[in-house]
Structures are given as C-alpha cells and as structure tokens.
C-alpha cells in the first residue's frame, strides 16, 4: 500500500459465516490506515473475532456525502481506507456507491476485493436459470415508485433477485403475486449460517405458508421471469381480437404512414402485407 496518493479498498465481508472472509481483506484491513464501516457496533464484533485493531470510523446512509468527502481529503494525504459494510459487498444496496463515485471523480484509485455476496449466492442456490438476472435489491418504500418498478417486471424476462426484511416479507409477496401472477421462485433465508434454507416455490405457495410461518432471518427472493414465448402468444391473442382496420388504425393513430402501419400490422398478425390491403378495400 505505497504511494504518495491514498487508495479506496471495497472489502467484502461475511455474510454470515465468519469462514467466508478472504485471506487478502483480512491483510488488506490490518494494514489500512482506516477502516470506514456502515454500522462500527457491529463491524467492531468482526474485527475482534480476527484480531484487528486498525482505527474504524462510520459510514452510513445518514452522513454519505459529507462523510465521503473528509474520507477523500485523508486518501489525497496518502491514507489508505478500507470500506466494509454490515454484510457482503460493499457497493451493493448500501451507500458504498456514492463514495466509489466520488473517489473516480477526485481521481482516487479505487478496488474490489472479491468476497461474500447474498445475491449471487442465492441466485446459485435457486435452481432457477443464472444466465440471464437482474437485481432489484429492495424494493421501494414510496407506493408511486414502487408500482412502477412492480409494472417494469411484469415484462422482465431475466431471473428477478430482490432483498426483504423479514416483517415486510408477507406485503411483498401479496405485491409480486397481485402485480405478477404466478411465477416459481425460491425463497432463500440466512445464508451462510447454520439454518439456512432455500424454499422452492411459487409466489402463492411462499404467500401461503408465511401467512401462517411467521418469517425470520433476512430473505432474498430469487423469482423467474417472464416466458418469452407466452407474451408472445398474449400479444398475437391481442392483435387477433382487433379486426384489420383497427389495427392499421392503431399505428396510424401513433404518426406511421399508412403503408407503414399496414406492414406493421401484416407482421404482428403473421400474415402478407397483400392480405392487409385486400382485407382494406
């Protein structure tokens, strides 16, 4: 850790298991000059455990700006600070990404030291397909806002990943399942530790049981997406139920030239753009 510039140090933490830190964040936070934690209360159980006495100093949600500039100030004098957060990666669904931001504006070296992670690690749980994912974290706590995340996936075809606290839990499947539909997903709770449990399911079948299971531990909910084929086979039903004419309307009714909208319209029905003009005259 040389130089006359200091650097910023993403250092994933356990998120549960104390055995899942990394031989290099444990160097990494010995030698920082400083260690800056979301919550120092419960950070300061972690180092004690590992034998580290560097210097820690709060970072949270409440003092994420302000904080980050004194932060960057201490780098700029050549200190080097390591960044943890309560669990996991820091950066993900936690003020760490305001402070990254800032540091690559003030020209601050920053790196990721690679470690736990909740939501890679229940999507590898999930038996759900990894190939394609979107993370969503916790949903919104505003209505206005969340209604319009709950209607962008709707139409989501990736595996959907998101966190809830275990009192919010039962709300949210009501939400997913209201907004949704059915879909399959596997609920994973306390990862890492010595009841950890993955519940493959559906939205109805999880809403079911912790409407009568009172929910414990934190719970990331791994939720498939949408079948391609079946918004397909819903968009060709659509168009099937207008007759031609109101079809062609449709497009011309959002500024495309008639041809235009004919063509469109012999492509969603899946027929020949000379079957549209016949079926005008």
């Known amino acids: 850790m040389e130089g006359q ?4 140090y993403l250092c994933a933490t356990p998120i549960g298991n104390l055995e899942d830190i990394t031989m290099r964040v444990l160097r990494v936070l010995k030698e920082a ?3 800056a934690a979301e919550d120092t209360r419960n950070s300061i159980r972690l180092l004690n455990h590992f034998g580290i006495k560097t210097p820690m100093t709060s970072y949270h949600e409440y003092n994420k700006i302000e904080k980050a500039y004194t932060l960057i100030e201490k780098m700029r004098e050549g200190k080097n600070i390591a960044l943890i957060t309560d669990a996991g990666t820091p950066g993900i669904s ?8 800032l540091c690559m504006e003030a020209g ?8 736990a992670c909740a939501c890679v690690t229940a999507l590898t749980l999930s038996g759900l397909p990894t190939r394609r994912f979107c ?7 505003d209505k206005k806002e969340k209604k319009q ?8 075809t990736r595996t959907v990943i998101l966190y809830e606290a275990p009192h919010r839990l039962v709300r949210t499947l009501q939400e997913l399942y209201e907004v949704l539909g059915e ?25 079911a049981y912790y409407q009568e299971q009172e929910p414990k531990g934190e719970c990331v909910i791994v939720m498939e997406g949408r079948s391609r ?42 027929v020949s753009k000379r079957e549209i003009y016949a079926a005008l005259l």
Request: proline residues 3%; charged residues 35%.
């Open 94 to 101: 936690d003020p760490g990404e305001d402070l990254v931001r």
């Open 183 to 207: 879909r399959r997903i596997t609920l994973c709770r306390e990862l890492t530790k010595k009841h950890e449990t993955a519940f493959a399911t559906t939205l109805s079948g999880a809403l």
């Open 108 to 115: 601050i070296e920053v790196t990721s030291l690679p470690g």
């Open 149 to 156: 995340i709950l209607e962008e996936l709707k139409t989501e």
């Open 5 to 8: 510039q200091g650097k910023l």
């Open 33 to 35: 000059d400083l260690i």
């Open 135 to 141: 993370f969503e974290a916790f949903l919104p706590q």
């Open 229 to 270: 084929t079946e918004m397909q086979q819903e968009e060709q039903q659509r168009w099937e139920e207008l007759s031609v004419q109101e079809h062609v309307a449709y497009y011309e009714s959002q500024g495309m030239e008639r041809k235009e909208a004919m063509k469109r319209a012999a492509r969603d029905r899946g």
